[in-house]
């Protein structure tokens, strides 16, 4: 119960044979028994059964040994090993080695060594439970043994017991290896020296049959089983006789077809019998072809012959007719082993018209259908045709199907077989099949023997041929099985509907076919909105599939684009459709690369790169572009959050995002920019939504569509009503929130973005934005977290950049307005800095306000040496790791901004203010003692020379401190090197 594990213990525990439990009674251990006392016999009990256990703890195996204790005597005791079926007497000195348990020890050779090694390990066996039984007194015994010489065995069971020995020894002689060869050596190919060998041949045939067939395939080893069938072969192959014998005894007795060929488990076993059958046929063709159809009865008035009077006359036909019986009446559908038996009716089929013609006289398709719907009836779905939809209203054809999964994939070579029989009844236009096999196939409500065979998934490329060969030159029937398909998916759910969008992807693929074949893709397609409603992913993910490669259903779906786009992209409430008809949109287009393309996971944030398209697939491309910008001026109601969620945009804004290859099409979007802008606000741009991922959508949309199109970024800066909302973008900076975190990720690069590419093209939305409050919380709260957010952190610098960029044409206005910004926002960045913050940020924040001698006292007064210094020890201690020298470049510029501050404090000297400062910089010995570090000779010159530096400035700011402490570090470096380099000499500081 510690580790909550099962473990099997398997360490050596021993067991008395005989085990005296006196000392275990109340007088015994209630201290009452006399001393001396001799121990009473009572209480002695012999050990009669162990019951052993082989294995782990999570599975193994059950066996025992049981004492004979009417056979046993004094001098031996009789025992025996009872495993399973096997059952054989047993040494009893050998209980400690079979139940104890424990190590035991084995030879094994070692390489190394060249010797044989005693190798340990723990046994798997050992004892579970024991049985132990009284001894009784030598009198007691005796009359125990004459009790039980007076009970006699019932006649019955001495006669079941002897049947059962007897069985036992005959299969043992009967399987034994010599018999085998003996019976090999009999119904070998027969010696020339025999007189007339001609007339042995059937008997040698019939006893080499027999035996393979009732003896040597139910042996468990078939080591020549090939060799015999082999034999079997060319013996039939050379007498019709004994292949007349072979069939017509299967006719009669249908034992081996059952027990061999359905029955038997192995199906290497019932592949061969299945081939030895159909090699036997053919051998018989050129006789019994002509009997086959044969009547043995006259035809009726109107030339009618009942099936059971056709195909009497040969051994054949009888043969076939007696497999047929057995689907009949005898094997369910959901047997295992019928791939076989039906692989040898269809293989007799295909031998010649003969054998066709045959099996569709004697209606074989009837029976196989009336075999396969016989279990049928619990979960038959009835499904109407669009004949019988304004008959019977009343009708309940409510569906109620089992839950466990039909699929009899051993039913297969059925179909095939059935669709085979079929096209082969055609004679000319029309199919000659008897009214009952057509009726099987196409009768009933619903076609009920397709629509089964369907909704169990059974060769579903057959069933395709099949209806191909019903509807040829039958329009209507073509008709009326699509209607049945159509209202079998509007019923069934989505995984019972997957066989019907099977069968309707074959039936349209199928391109030119024989003549008379009507064109089932204008059947399917017209029909397929009615289905949308109930399984809306699986009919779009369809026409996905099929767009691309077929011009009809390409031009249909093309041309009704707007009769479901709306619906579909921006109303269902199921993210999964609006996925589906985004990627469907998206197969519209001809190219191959472009469809590949929008499976990928970037492809909502990044759009595609710029492909050389066909101008086919450019007209369409932009078609579609063309209809989803359109869509943009009735999207806003689908903004709103409270109705419909925060995500029902995105694969409408992610689709839109995917079209951009060029910009041909950003300058498509201009006309629609107003639509956007009232998408956006203020729907999305208000609501304290920590993640809107429509936002996130729009936002991405909106960047890449004004990226390197100065046009579409015109129309922001020009519109007051847009420059005077676009910086108000309620943002959630919850740095612990993993889903915000992740959010913000996204859509924040984006959205900075976008006001960068506007700062970029308007100087005065620069100065304006550079005042809105918004931007000094992200530099406040998002920056500091470079690790975080570092493409945000990367586009917020950028912005940063542009708001103080000094240009020629700037005004003295302008020039104070970007001092006052860098005195706010560096001021602000020396309070909210902390030891945390990352070192990019304050050496980015350095590089970009800290210019001017102002700005280096603002930093002195503002403690910024201190977070200067938090900065740089990160950075040492990074430098100092093996795999951390990409730091270098950041630390030359971290250490040159350091000088910069030094030197002007420095200079500076004589003010109080400054003095005040530099005492209070608590971290400055420390900060000395690092630099230090980094005047070793393996460190770069560029990083040197700027520690020098700065260790100059410090002792200059710092004399005294600098000499006491940094100097004894100096000297002791001095005085090791002189030690190590030239031993007895030293110098005094």
């Not at 990074?878 to 000088?899: K, N, P, Q, R």
Request: aromatic share 10%; charged share 20%; glycine share 4%.
């Amino acid at each position: 119960m510690v580790t909550m594990m099962k473990e099997k213990v398997n360490t050596h525990f021993s067991f008395p044979v005989q085990l005296d439990m006196s000392g275990y009674t109340e007088d015994a251990l209630m201290g009452n028994k006399v001393q001396g006392e001799e121990d009473n016999l009572d209480y002695l009990y012999g050990l009669v059964g162990v019951t052993v256990h082989t294995g782990t703890a999570d599975g193994g195996h059950y066996y025992s040994f049981i004492k004979d204790r009417i056979h046993s005597d004094a001098q031996r005791d009789r025992w025996y090993m009872f495993n399973d079926a096997e059952v054989k007497p047993f040494d009893s000195t050998q209980l400690a080695a079979e139940c104890f348990g424990g190590e035991m020890t084995t030879k094994t050779y070692d390489s190394v060594t060249d010797k044989y090694m005693d190798f340990s390990f723990e046994k798997t066996h050992s004892a579970y439970m024991l049985f132990y039984e009284k001894i009784e007194p030598e009198e007691s015994k005796r009359k125990a043994a004459s009790v039980l010489d007076q009970v006699q065995m019932s006649k019955e069971l001495a006669q079941s017991i002897w049947q059962d020995n007897m069985q036992f020894l005959r299969d043992r002689f009967i399987f034994d290896r010599q018999y085998m060869d003996f019976m090999w050596k009999v119904c070998h190919p027969l010696p020339a020296t025999l007189p007339q060998p001609q007339s042995f041949q059937p008997m040698s045939s019939k006893l080499t049959t027999c035996f393979v067939l009732e003896t040597l395939i139910h042996a468990k080893e078939k080591p020549i089983m090939v060799q015999w069938m082999e034999l079997m072969t060319k013996q039939f192959h050379t007498c019709p006789e004994a292949c007349e014998w072979f069939l017509d005894f299967m006719a009669k007795d249908d034992c081996w077809p059952i027990q061999i060929l359905i029955k038997c488990p192995i199906q290497t076993v019932r592949q061969l019998f299945q081939r030895l059958c159909i090699h036997v046929i053919p051998q018989l063709r050129e006789k019994h072809a002509p009997l086959y159809i044969h009547a043995d009865v006259d035809s009726d008035e109107d030339g009618y012959i009942s099936p059971s009077h056709i195909g009497n006359c040969s051994c054949v036909t009888r043969f076939i007719k007696k497999l047929l019986s057995i689907i009949e009446h005898g094997v369910r559908p959901h047997c295992k082993h019928l791939t076989e038996y039906f692989s040898l009716l269809f293989d007799f089929a295909k031998i010649g018209e003969a054998e066709s013609a045959f099996l569709l006289s004697i209606e074989a398709i009837t029976i196989m259908a009336n075999f396969y719907l016989g279990t049928k009836s619990a979960e038959y779905v009835e499904v109407l045709s669009d004949d019988d939809n304004d008959e019977d209203d009343d009708d309940d054809d409510v569906i109620s199907l089992t839950e466990d999964k039909y699929r009899p994939i051993s039913l297969e070579k059925m179909i095939a077989l059935m669709a085979y029989l079929v096209e082969q009844s055609r004679r000319d236009r029309q199919l000659t099949l008897s009214q009952s096999d057509y009726a099987v196939l196409v009768g009933g409500k619903g076609f009920p023997f397709l629509y089964q065979q369907i909704r169990d998934n059974i060769n579903i490329q057959q069933t395709r041929n099949l209806i191909f060969s019903l509807t040829r030159f039958a329009p209507r029937l073509a008709e009326q099985i699509v209607a049945m398909i159509f209202n079998a998916i509007a019923k069934l759910n989505q995984e019972a509907g997957q066989p019907f969008f099977k069968l309707l992807s074959m039936l349209v693929d199928m391109v030119g076919g024989p003549p008379g074949l009507p064109n089932f893709t204008p059947l399917i397609l017209q029909r397929m909105w009615e289905i949308a409603e109930y399984n809306p992913h699986q009919v779009l993910d369809w026409l996905a599939a099929h767009v691309p490669r077929n011009k009809i259903a390409h031009h249909w779906t093309l041309q009704g684009i707007e009769s479901w786009i709306e619906h579909f992209l921006l109303e269902h409430h199921n993210a999964r459709v609006r996925s589906s008809a985004a990627y469907l949109l998206v197969s519209l287009v001809p190219d191959i690369q472009f469809r590949q393309g929008y499976r990928s996971s970037r492809s909502m944030h990044n759009p595609q790169k710029e492909l050389n398209l066909s101008s086919e697939a450019l007209e369409v491309l932009h078609e579609v572009y063309r209809v989803l910008l359109e869509l943009l001026r009735i999207a806003r109601p689908f903004a709103d959050a409270s109705v419909h969620g925060t995500a029902k945009l995105v694969s409408f804004f992610s689709l839109l995002n995917y079209c951009l290859i060029s910009n041909t099409e950003k300058q498509m979007f201009s006309p629609y920019f107003e639509d956007l802008w009232n998408i956006y606000l203020p729907k999305l741009s208000e609501p304290p939504i920590s993640c809107n991922h429509n936002k996130e959508a729009l936002l991405i949309f909106w960047y890449y569509v004004c990226k390197d199109c100065p046009e579409n970024v015109q129309l922001i800066v020009s519109n007051f009503l847009v420059t005077k909302h676009l910086p108000y973008n309620y943002i959630l900076a919850d740095h612990e929130d993993q889903e915000v975190v992740m959010f913000n990720r996204v859509m924040l690069p984006a959205y900075y973005g976008l006001l960068t590419l506007c700062c970029q093209q308007s100087k005065s939305f620069t100065r304006q934005l550079a005042c809105q409050q918004n931007l000094q919380w992200a530099f406040e709260h998002l920056t500091p977290h470079a690790n975080q957010y570092p493409t945000v952190v990367e586009e917020l610098f950028k912005l940063m950049e542009l708001f103080v960029e000094i240009e020629a044409e700037t005004t003295e206005q302008e020039l104070q307005q970007i001092k006052d910004f860098k005195k706010q926002t560096l001021h602000m960045y020396l309070k909210c800095l902390e030891k945390s913050s990352c070192w990019t940020t304050i050496i980015s924040v350095f590089r970009i306000l800290v210019e001017n001698k102002d700005d280096h006292l603002l930093v002195i007064q503002n403690h910024g040496l201190s977070r200067l210094y938090d900065a740089f020890n990160t950075v040492h201690l990074m430098y100092h790791e093996a795999t951390a020298c990409h730091v270098t470049g950041d630390l030359v510029e971290l250490l040159s901004i350091i000088l910069e501050v030094l030197k002007c404090a420095n200079s500076h000297s004589e003010d109080k203010e400054i003095i005040q400062s530099l005492i209070a910089w608590q971290e400055r010995l420390e900060f000395g003692q690092k630099l230090l570090t980094l005047l070793n000779s393996y460190t770069p010159d560029s990083v040197r020379s700027k520690a020098i530096s700065i260790l100059t400035q410090l002792l200059m700011i710092y004399p005294k401190e600098c000499v006491k402490e940094l100097g004894l570090i100096m000297h002791h470096a001095h005085n090791q090197f002189q030690r190590t380099t030239m031993p007895g000499i030293t110098y005094n500081l």
